[in-house]
């Protein structure tokens, strides 16, 4: 499209902010909504870590935890929504941080988010995949005949293999055009909101036992094998449920470039898409906990399917009414699929960040991330993306407490991003904020403040120890990796990029300009 064309607001805001358009603008506000939804996935992260809630106090503390993380999550999404319509680029969090923190800090504020931001999009699909790649293997488990019936367990090779497999079929829907993926995100959302209502109507009324409501409102596990015994403290540890699936709303600012009239439609992208999320994230939480009855026989490892929780309630529910779990496996086919569309829409929305961060020259081997190919795709940060995330899942081969200390950069290290350009909005750019068409007006600072309470108090929580006495099979190494992160991205910045990265430049007449 030449600039003398009629272009809409999105387009003309890029180019105010001295970046031509490259990515081809064909997403509707629907489309923008779904890759951010599909992220998010309900379906993906409450019935991934349904153990964790279960064992972490259980009904109470999924059932108010998840109106409790959601509600800080609002405030969150809302702050990043406003930043969003002021400066809609694909570089997103590290781009805001860049022009809300000011000339002289704008090269360390870029380069500091936009590399938590970058590595904990590659931790969200390490783990969505091989979240993923686990609940195929209980399903070939069940179907088999389950773990007391002689069924077919997968060896951690065999699941590092499928989570291959699951990378290289993402990288293959990324290569196709923005048009196709539009409709793919916009399936992809569909499934899990119908996938949704499916399930929580579905499995209590198969069930032939159901709990009470009492049960479901007020029941409060307390028993777990890992010696934690203080109510507030396991309340707390049961949050992560909630926490983890809430995240990956980011995608509806990094696919800005191709959301038309973006200063608009990326706020309500991300906003509806948690929105939305919380509404059907509650429905489905008390839906499947009706069908709940017997919390240490789920999370028992020597159950059928190997003490995965939402895999046992699904088949013992099927099995109890008809003498066979068939039904529950078919379901989990149901969730497989929407964890599979997350995948999908998290590679897409970390091709776009790397894109947009080696566009301003902050990554290895710039100009190889950067290109994009006769579909206006940027074709090498996709596949790059894909490896890097099977990369990090080898750690899964060594140990299993490594793996999940990695992937705890996908909540914490992402929710730092969210909140770094937060932070710079609410201080050093009080005053000097433009805000766009999307604006929260005089609530906008303390909206702003809450948020960052907000995700400065998960971190904390989510560093506590998770299991006691502390040894190296129980020691919590989020603060591990998240301080390892932290020293990594520092130290890169004293000893090299302070000396050559200037923060986001324009690609529009001077490319060395600062954008």
């Known amino acids: 499209m030449g600039y003398g064309e009629e272009i809409d607001s999105g387009h ?25 939804f599909s992220v998010v996935s309900v379906l993906t992260g409450l019935n991934t870590l349904m153990g964790t809630g279960l064992s972490f106090g259980g009904p109470v503390s999924y059932v108010y ?25 694909s570089g997103g969090l590290y781009y805001w941080s860049a022009k809300l923190a000011g000339p002289s800090w704008a090269p360390f504020a870029s380069w500091i988010t936009g590399w938590f931001n970058i590595v904990g999009q590659w931790a969200v699909t390490t783990s969505v995949d091989y979240s993923l790649a686990q609940l195929v293997q209980v399903i070939i488990l069940l179907s088999t005949g389950g773990l007391n019936g002689g069924g077919y367990q997968a060896s951690k090779y065999v699941v590092i293999a499928l989570h291959a497999v699951i990378l290289l079929l993402h990288a293959l ?8 993926l539009s409709f793919i995100g916009q399936l992809a959302a569909a499934w899990n909101v119908l996938g949704v209502f499916l399930l929580m109507i579905l499995i209590p009324m198969v069930a032939t036992e159901r709990a009470s409501a009492k049960f479901v409102f007020t029941n409060f596990n307390t028993v777990n094998e890992d010696g934690i015994n203080n109510k507030l403290y396991i309340f707390v540890l049961g949050l992560l449920m909630s926490q983890y699936t809430l995240t ?23 906003v509806s898409a948690i929105g939305i999320s919380i509404l059907a994230g509650w429905a489905y939480i008390l839906g499947i ?43 989990l086919g149901v969730i497989a699929v929407a ?47 894909a490896f890097i995330a099977f990369c990090m899942a080898l750690t899964s081969l060594g140990s299993l407490v ?114």
């Open 12 to 36: 003309a805001r890029l180019h105010e902010l001295g970046y031509k358009q490259e990515l081809k603008r064909d997403l509707s506000v629907l489309s923008n909504f779904a890759f951010s």
């Open 65 to 89: 935890g998840w109106l409790i993380a959601g509600a800080f999550t609002l405030f969150v999404g809302m702050s990043m929504a406003e930043i969003c319509s002021s400066y809609p680029t």
């Open 173 to 180: 829907l990324n290569s196709l055009p923005i048009s196709w």
């Open 248 to 270: 990956g709303y980011d995608a509806s600012a990094h696919m800005t470039e191709e959301t038309k009239d973006a200063d608009k439609n990326g706020p309500k992208g991300i």
């Open 289 to 331: 906990t009706f069908a709940v009855t017997d919390i240490p026989h789920l999370l028992n490892k020597n159950n059928d399917s190997g003490g995965y929780a939402i895999a046992q309630i699904f088949y013992d529910v099927f099995k109890s009414r008809y003498g066979s779990g068939v039904g529950g496996i078919v379901c």
């Open 339 to 385: 964890v599979f569309f997350c995948g999908m829409s998290s590679l897409t929305s970390n091709s776009r960040m790397a894109y947009a961060f080696s566009r301003d020259g902050a990554m290895p081997y710039s100009s190889f991330w950067h290109k994009v190919n006769k579909h206006e795709v940027p074709l090498n940060a996709v596949w790059t993306s």
């Open 402 to 515: 490594a793996f999940q200390a990695m992937t705890s950069i996908a909540t914490i290290g992402l929710y730092i991003a969210y909140a770094l350009p937060i932070l710079f909005r609410v201080t050093l750019a009080r005053k000097s904020f433009t805000p766009g068409p999307f604006n929260l007006g005089s609530y906008g600072i303390v909206v702003g403040w809450v948020a960052v309470f907000w995700v400065a108090l998960i971190s904390v929580l989510f560093s506590l120890p998770i299991a006691y006495p502390i040894t190296d099979q129980t020691l919590n190494y989020t603060p591990v990796a998240v301080g390892g992160l932290v020293i990594l991205v520092v130290s890169s910045w004293i000893f090299s990029a302070r000396h050559w990265f200037k923060g986001p430049i324009t690609n529009i007449g001077n490319s060395s300009e600062e954008a």
